[in-house]
């Protein structure tokens, strides 16, 4: 299967995909876009800043001085680590190194709390919903915006569900069919997304084409 790259950003990003050469340069600007520096196809991380090296993470946030750290997810506010991998869900780690599959979900000071993240059963019943709701009229799948305006912000999800012909992209539509006050309320459309369905991360900057076989498949009950 063919990798596509971006050209190196002037942050230092490369985006990565499988799927397309624009889907590889929407990541490299989405790493841009949260000031990430130096790291070759992590998604779904915010505020992370004089990061470098950095490969394949995802979810993480308000991380600082991390240098070649690789499959990272949702770790938050860690500092100055390095040459970690496969670690989640640490939060407030300050100079580890070499550490591997490491797991700090219990750590009550961490910012992506667990109770907000949705569990694989969550995830596939959120996403059922979406595709309910897009297989049903699928010109409402429009992966070029978040949301097509803040109007659905003052829907019922049952009107979301029914009557709305607002359009999203994947993880607004994660976002704005969330029962969760702080994912819908409170988040950014992409980690909203993300904690409402972890699986789904990969897609968010995927061409629609691509989503909706993904959605139509149910690819996401399988992974």
Not at 52 to 73: I, L, P, Y
Request: hydrophobic share 25%; proline share 3%.
């Amino acid at each position: 299967m063919k990798r596509y790259e971006s050209i190196k950003t002037p942050m230092g990003n490369i985006g990565a995909s499988y799927e397309s050469q624009s889907a590889a340069d929407a990541q490299a600007a989405e790493m841009d876009k949260n000031d990430n520096r130096n790291c070759i196809n992590c998604s779904v991380c915010s505020d992370c800043s004089d990061c470098s090296g950095c490969s394949d993470c995802s979810g993480c946030s308000d991380c600082s001085g991390c240098s070649d750290c690789s499959r990272c997810s949702r770790c938050s506010g860690c500092s100055d680590c390095s040459d970690c991998s496969g670690c989640s869900d640490c939060s407030r780690c300050s100079r580890c190194s070499d550490i591997e599959d490491k797991k700090g979900a219990e750590n009550i000071g961490r910012y992506l709390s667990a109770k907000l993240i949705a569990t694989p059963a969550q995830a596939i019943e959120n996403l059922d919903k979406v595709r309910e709701i897009v297989l049903a009229d699928q010109k409402r799948l429009n992966m070029g915006h978040w949301h097509q305006t803040e109007g659905w912000r003052n829907h019922s999800i049952e009107h979301e569900l029914t009557q709305c012909q607002t359009t999203h992209c994947l993880a607004g539509f994660l976002q704005a069919t969330s029962k969760v006050p702080e994912i819908r309320d409170s988040l950014y459309p992409q980690k909203a997304g993300f904690f409402s369905a972890p699986v789904a991360a990969g897609m968010f900057f995927q061409p629609a084409g691509r989503v909706l076989e993904w959605l139509e498949k149910r690819e996401y009950a399988k992974d």
